[in-house]
């Protein structure tokens, strides 16, 4: 462990924002105000400034001069870079009531969800009635139908569905705060609504070990004492049904909540019930091999798209390619949107298994017009396959190659079908964000990669308050265009405690610590080895912290060799969320780092395994899993009685 670095983020945030003006903005139309502003520290003022100075920048350039003699001066690559930092500086910064009286961007989060609801409300009406008639609103709608036939299929594959089944780590209902791991979502009471509650049964049928785990709990509720070394007698599937309809609660509502976004408006996200979550992830696991097996898009990967921004940047071919974004998109998949596009068998599992209304933080029950929000496991590719089936339709009704790109709202499609890509998604009630959106020009966006023809224009954004060691460290990283702002920020930790040299070899470290030149990290803590013929560096270790009010009960064991089977890693199954501690480690110049002999490796398996305690070095070496050995043995006790083992997937 560390002593803990105290920082003011308002001092950080000032001292950076100060210098990068200074330094980088001199000569630009709004540094002389953004300067006034900063110094009196009117931030209402600067805002505004920087509100101005992004609208410049989807206009790509400003007016100079004045009267009739003002001329059209378009902003060069390195200017189009300087404006977006500052813009990236103080648009996406967290600031607080004090700094700008009346800020309340949770509040107006939720005015703008309910004025969409009222809007999509609209939208759903007209497409219902269309439906109802047997039309389409729109010619290209039979097309994507046809393409989401193709590459979803008429009905889900509900055997991957349901081995692919597992609970996330995020928040659900009855499952919130920083305890949210597996072992809480099993334990607690679960939380469910009706129409998913079948398909619940039917994925804990095929989890051979959530099938033991709750046979055994149905055993102990009925007064049976049964023991961690006994087998249960396994509950039939109705046994298990019955189960769960005495014992999960419930619901009809999302719980809907703000997470931040920009610093005057945040964004909506529903919290959903904790079994619905285990569908949702094998519904986004299927949604999402299909999509990378049949049509090409690869939803773990965003470097393509961020390439393609690229090329269209450059300009080249006679037909560049053009970014688009859709405005609030997550929350703009609508009802009518997915029956009309959708087979029925698909429309029918997916709204089983979604949340059909929503709580506002002020206790008002509603109904979803949307189909989803955010928050539900499958929103992600479920409007993925939407807006790349627009991209196929505008292909084949322009008579051009289908040449698209789809990541969520990313969009990439050729620029002689981006009107008519427009015009079929408004037919659909998406609205366009024009912010986001560049068909001409030579600025393009896609994926958080910004391109001003060939250079990369990406700012650093900063969307923290910078209070801790490593938050200083990785925004001191991000800044690796603008060295003078990292010796500012380097200011604020004048030990230095943790550096290592900008080279590519050090290319991985973000928030471990600071990248620097090799003169500065060379005169801190930086030691030279013999058996690697390498300088070492002192480097910041995060750890994950594990929650110390796990009971030493039985059905406690059963979870912690589930969560080995899952895949668990770390020292403990069962950790908090977005709870961390650090430490820093020395690197030692006396003890080998090549030493660690297969005879070692021997005799600390051996130790493990007849439950006597490690040695220092067996410790050093992180080998005390003592939690993992005691799972580890559970699984092959089930193995010999035929239990088939659910490993991580």
């Given at each position: 462990m560390t002593k803990r670095l105290k920082l003011d983020h308002q001092s950080v945030h000032l001292a950076a924002l100060k210098t990068y003006v200074l330094t980088y903005c001199q000569g630009l139309a709004?540094?002389?105000?953004?300067?006034?502003?900063?110094?009196?520290?009117?931030?209402?003022?600067?805002?505004?400034?920087?509100?101005?100075?992004?609208?410049?920048?989807?206009?790509?350039?400003?007016?100079?001069?004045?009267?009739?003699?003002?001329?059209?001066?378009?902003?060069?690559?390195?200017?189009?870079?300087?404006?977006?930092?500052?813009?990236?500086?103080?648009?996406?910064?967290?600031?607080?009531?004090?700094?700008?009286?009346?800020l309340n961007p949770d509040a107006v989060a939720i005015d703008k969800f309910i004025a969409d609801e009222r809007r999509n409300k609209r939208v759903n009406a007209i497409l219902r009635g269309y439906r109802t008639r047997g039309l389409d609103r729109h010619p290209s709608h039979e097309i994507m139908r046809e393409w989401i036939l193709k590459i979803m299929g008429d009905k889900p594959d509900f055997e991957y569905i349901y081995n692919h089944c597992d609970f996330s780590g995020g928040a659900s209902l009855g499952?919130?705060?920083?305890?949210?791991?597996?072992?809480?979502?099993?334990?607690?009471?679960?939380?469910?609504?009706?129409?998913?509650?079948?398909?619940?049964?039917?994925a804990v049928l095929s989890n051979e070990q959530l099938h033991l785990y709750y046979s055994a709990r149905s055993r102990e509720r009925q007064g049976d004492n049964v023991p961690l070394d006994a087998l249960p007698c396994l509950l039939t599937p109705g046994e298990l049904r019955d189960y769960f309809e005495g014992s999960v609660k419930l619901v009809q509502e999302d719980k809907l909540s703000c997470a931040a976004k920009n610093f005057d408006c945040s964004r909506t996200v529903g919290t959903p019930a904790t079994c619905n979550t285990f569908i949702q992830k094998g519904t986004d696991q299927m949604m999402r091999r299909n999509l990378k097996d049949r049509a090409n898009l690869d939803l773990s990967r965003q470097d393509v798209n961020q390439w393609m921004a690229r090329e269209g940047a450059i300009g080249s071919g006679s037909i560049p390619y053009v970014t688009k974004d859709v405005k609030g998109a997550s929350n703009s998949v609508l009802l009518e949107v997915v029956r009309t596009l959708y087979s029925e068998d698909w429309f029918t599992f997916l709204n089983d298994t979604r949340s059909p209304g929503y709580t506002l933080p002020d206790g008002s029950r509603h109904r979803y017009e949307l189909f989803c929000s955010m928050g539900n496991g499958f929103c992600f590719p479920l409007e993925t396959s939407i807006f790349a089936a627009a991209c196929v339709a505008a292909c084949k009704m322009a008579g051009a190659p289908v040449d698209f790109r789809v990541y969520g709202d990313d969009i990439i499609v050729r620029q002689d079908v981006a009107l008519l890509l427009s015009e079929i998604l408004?037919?659909?009630?998406?609205?366009?964000?024009?912010?986001?959106?560049?068909?001409?020009?030579?600025?393009?966006?896609?994926?958080?990669?910004?391109?001003?023809?060939?250079?990369?224009?990406?700012?650093?954004y900063w969307r923290h308050r910078i209070t801790t060691r490593s938050e200083l460290h990785a925004i001191h990283n991000a800044h690796h265009k603008h060295p003078e702002i990292q010796r500012v920020l380097r200011g604020f930790d004048p030990e230095l405690r943790c550096c290592v040299p900008d080279t590519l070899q050090y290319s991985f470290v973000t928030d471990q610590a600071f990248r620097v030149s090799n003169d500065v990290c060379m005169g801190n803590g930086a030691v030279w080895r013999r058996d690697t013929q390498s300088f070492r560096y002192r480097m910041l270790q995060s750890l994950p912290v594990k929650d110390e009010t796990i009971p030493?009960?039985?059905?406690?064991?059963?979870?912690?060799?589930?969560?080995?089977?899952?895949?668990?890693?770390?020292?403990?199954?069962?950790?908090?969320?977005?709870?961390?501690?650090?430490?820093?480690?020395?690197?030692?110049?006396?003890?080998p780092e090549c030493n660690f002999s297969g005879r070692r490796a021997k005799e600390q398996r051996q130790q493990a395994w007849s439950g006597n305690p490690p040695t220092s070095q067996s410790q050093e070496h992180g080998s005390n899993y003592p939690w993992l050995v005691t799972a580890l043995k559970g699984a092959l006790i089930d193995a010999k009685r035929g239990i088939r083992v659910n490993g991580p997937r």
């Open positions: 709004f540094s002389s105000a953004a300067l006034g502003a900063i110094r009196s520290r009117d931030w209402t003022k600067l805002v505004s400034i920087a509100k101005d100075a992004d609208k410049t920048l989807r206009d790509l350039g400003t007016w100079s001069g004045t009267g009739p003699t003002e001329v059209w001066a378009p902003y060069s690559a390195d200017e189009f870079a300087c404006v977006s930092q500052f813009v990236a500086m103080v648009v996406k910064y967290p600031f607080d009531q004090k700094q700008i009286p009346g499952v919130h705060g920083k305890a949210t791991h597996f072992g809480n979502k099993v334990e607690k009471q679960l939380t469910c609504t009706p129409t998913a509650l079948k398909y619940f049964t039917r408004r037919s659909l009630g998406f609205r366009l964000n024009l912010d986001k959106s560049f068909i001409h020009g030579p600025f393009r966006e896609s994926c958080g990669a910004n391109w001003h023809g060939e250079q990369d224009v990406t700012p650093a030493a009960e039985d059905r406690w064991v059963r979870l912690r060799q589930i969560s080995a089977l899952r895949g668990s890693t770390f020292e403990d199954a069962f950790l908090l969320r977005r709870s961390t501690r650090f430490a820093i480690t020395d690197p030692d110049a006396k003890r």
